[in-house]
């Protein structure tokens, strides 16, 4: 991994979030509009005022335990035929998990977690 790139990328990610209003449109156990079967296990939302390959703003998984960017899953809808990040915002290990296994819980949909590293 190159270092130099990775170092700058987080602190991009943490000025992101920190200059921008979190929306929590789907609160954890609330199901998907669309999908009444997928349950959201932990909050899902957008960061207001920024732009997303679906048109809709970044999305966002925040978690229980406070406000620092902590990792990012990259995901592929073979549905809509399109990627995305969504950022995790401090996610627990177990909320993590949670998250990328809804992610993956589909023939459509897949995705990868990168953790942040411990700086």
Request: charged fraction near 25%; include cysteine; proline fraction near 4%.
């Amino acid at each position: 991994m190159n270092t130099q790139y990775s170092a700058a990328f987080w602190p991009a990610l943490d000025k992101l979030v920190s200059e921008s209003k979190l929306v929590i449109g789907r609160p954890k156990d609330s199901h998907h509009p669309k999908y009444p079967t997928f349950v959201y296990p932990v909050n899902y939302g957008y960061l207001e005022n920024t732009s997303s390959m679906d048109g809709g703003g970044i999305d966002i998984w925040k978690g229980t335990d406070g406000e620092v960017v902590d990792a990012i899953i990259c995901t592929v809808d073979l549905m809509k035929k399109d990627s995305e990040i969504k950022i995790l915002i401090r996610c627990s290990e177990d909320e993590k998990q949670l998250v990328l296994d809804a992610h993956n819980n589909s023939e459509y949909t897949k995705g990868i977690l990168i953790w942040r590293d411990a700086e």
